[in-house]
Structures are given as structure tokens and as C-alpha cells.
């Protein structure tokens, strides 16, 4: 699953450009996160395996596109690079300590 989803995000990265310069940095960025929330709703309720590899292959385009257009985004719209630094830092950074401190302190699964 791991595999579909990293193969899926790469590929997507790589066209998210052209996709971008055609149909606009706002569009493929609200795009790729609506269709994020609604491909996690059917990986969630998925009734077999191969419904759950094509959900996480889907988040994983959703995923590569939104990295891409994130970044295209905030490089074109600030317009100082000190900024744009301390967002990529509270973005990356912080955002990946406070999701690894949860996962630690709760459970992957949340358990009680």
C-alpha cells in the first residue's frame, strides 16, 4: 500500500507543473485537497483490497499534486524570502514534530 501511495505521489509531482501552468496554481491546490478529503473517506470504507490500494493510489496523486502547488503557491504569492523561509520551516518542521509527538503520546490507533 506504502508503495502504491509513494509511486502515485512521485509521478503526480512531476506533472503537477503542466497541470498547474493550465488550469492555475489556486485551482490544482484546491483540487488536490478536496479530492484528498474525499479519496481518505473511501480508503476509510473501502469493501476489499484492491478498492483500498486504488484509494491509496489516488491519495497519493491528491498528495504529490498538493506538495507541488503548496510550494508554487507560496513562491509566487510572498513576497520576501525571509517569509517564505519561516513558513517552510513552521510547515516542515514544526508541523512534522507535532504530528510525530501525537502519533507517540496517543497511539497510532488512538488506544485508551
Not at 503548496?70 to 519561516?86: C, M, P, W
Amino acid at each position: 500500500l506504502a508503495v502504491m501511495l509513494y509511486l502515485c505521489w512521485s509521478a503526480s509531482t512531476l506533472v503537477s507543473v503542466p497541470i498547474s501552468t493550465k488550469f492555475g496554481e489556486r485551482f490544482t491546490l484546491l483540487l488536490s485537497l478536496y479530492l484528498s478529503m474525499v479519496f481518505a473517506v473511501i480508503c476509510a470504507v473501502v469493501p476489499n483490497y484492491y478498492t483500498l490500494l486504488l484509494s491509496r493510489a489516488l491519495i497519493g496523486v491528491c498528495g504529490g499534486l498538493n506538495c507541488s502547488a503548496t510550494v508554487t503557491y507560496l513562491a509566487n504569492h510572498i513576497a520576501s524570502k525571509e517569509i517564505l523561509e519561516t513558513a517552510a520551516f513552521l510547515s516542515s518542521g514544526i508541523g512534522m514534530t507535532i504530528g510525530g509527538t501525537l502519533v507517540y503520546v496517543m497511539g497510532w490507533l488512538f488506544r485508551s
